[in-house]
């Protein structure tokens, strides 16, 4: 959490008394507006260290700016019944314009995904970064290459972090099959139980029944704090969680409000109102994430597949929780965690064309050092691609066959292939059989 509290502004009625009056504050709006930066949407904790258009005072400036902002109410409510709102600056429609164009239903399909062999192998690489991110921000504790291991070949997983990476992979890959589907409370309890299986530091047996998949009772209250005991947030109570996720599903599934909400504004809303309402006594920063993935992919955002949030909000954390406070005490905008979110898609989006860019640069690369080898497939180019810079990998025929989703047969023929060629090395791990990634691969490449 971030290390202390933003400022809360001061209340609205008072500034009003202190500037003048609602007429001599509007007559300010002018100067305030050809004075504004269009590219930022200050909170007072922030606005009050700049310094403010000539002839203003931070308290004139800062209601000038509070009266500008035209508001949108949602129906998610603060603990205090008050609604939530947003509104809708340059900033905010340049960004979700610009996501639009580059990851809406109509969007132009980057040239790494257009084909089958390669869209599978992007597809199963995201999943894999988004599961690992996401659990690391939870608190698992593995490398990404036994995370990865563990994916591919399908062992168990042997902790508790290597079982939070499984579930989130497991649980991306259900919201992909669940796209087409409305959002239900039993949906979002059923996301929630695959997220947290087996992963909860106290179960808290409920009627002989572990918390996984189930609502935070009357009496569990839970707050949002730090080591030093500063509250960041109280959840609403307990009581309220099952007429509260009734009302979040009406929302994902476009029933309310009656007004339109811009697809990607519906989905990090969502992402808010659960992180929000905080109705599980763990595992909510995750189920929230998953929802807005759904969110994504029901409306149409199909490149989210192959995108990943989490390993963009997991660099600048500070920032995500701090959008996350800003809106909370800022009386109920919206606003500062849409901005931040959508600067996180971009990144992300970013991220994404440049790690297609880059791959297509590694197997042009190395097509041209394999330009004196003849027959090899596609399947094998990538793990060669992989094997360059990992010495002593070893695979195995089921990792090769669950990553390229083809028959044991193909796989082993594969992997056998490259050994009789010299570019592995095979060899036993007990009845299994492996092959290992010589320490001077590149050397036994054509130059």
Partial sequence: ?????????????????????????????????????????????????RPPPQGLSHEQWWLAEKLSRRPTPLPLLASDHQPFWFSQPPVLLQGLHQIDRQAGINAVAPQGVTSRSSRDRYLLSSLMEEAITSSQMEGAATTRDVAKAMIRSRRPPRDRSERMILNN???????????????????????????????????????GKEFAGRLRPPGKEVVVDDAYGTVFHVPPAAEELPGRLEELCRFANGETPKVFIH????????????????????????????????????????????????????K???????????SESDDNDLTYFLLAQVKVIQQAITSLHTYLERKAGEVGALQQRLEGMEGLNHRQLALLRHALSHSGFRYSVLCHQNSHGVSHQTARSDLQKLATRGLLTAGKDGRREVFRVPEDLAARLPA
């Avoid at 979002?188 to 530091?201: A, F, N, Q």
């Avoid at 809303?269 to 969110?295: I, K, V």
């Fill in 1 to 49: 959490m971030p290390s202390r509290l933003p400022r809360r502004p001061p209340p609205l009625q008072e500034l009003l008394e202190r500037c003048g009056g609602l007429q001599e504050t509007l007559s300010l709006l002018s100067l305030v507006a050809s004075a504004a930066e269009s590219d930022r949407y200050l909170h007072w904790d922030e606005l009050r260290h």
């Fill in 169 to 207: 992979f497991l649980t991306m890959q259900r919201i992909r099959e669940l796209r087409e589907q409305p959002l239900t409370p039993e949906l979002v309890l059923d996301l929630h139980r695959l997220v947290t299986k087996d992963t909860l530091d106290d179960p808290d047996r409920l009627l």
């Fill in 263 to 314: 697809p990607v504004v519906r989905a990090i809303a969502l992402h808010f109102w659960l992180a929000y309402d905080h109705p599980f006594c763990d595992g909510n920063g995750r189920t929230a994430r998953a929802l807005f993935y759904w969110a994504m992919l029901h409306q149409g955002y199909w490149l989210f597949e192959f995108i990943s949030i989490s390993s963009v909000i997991n």
């Fill in 316 to 326: 600048a954390r500070g920032q995500y929780e701090r959008s996350f406070l800003f």
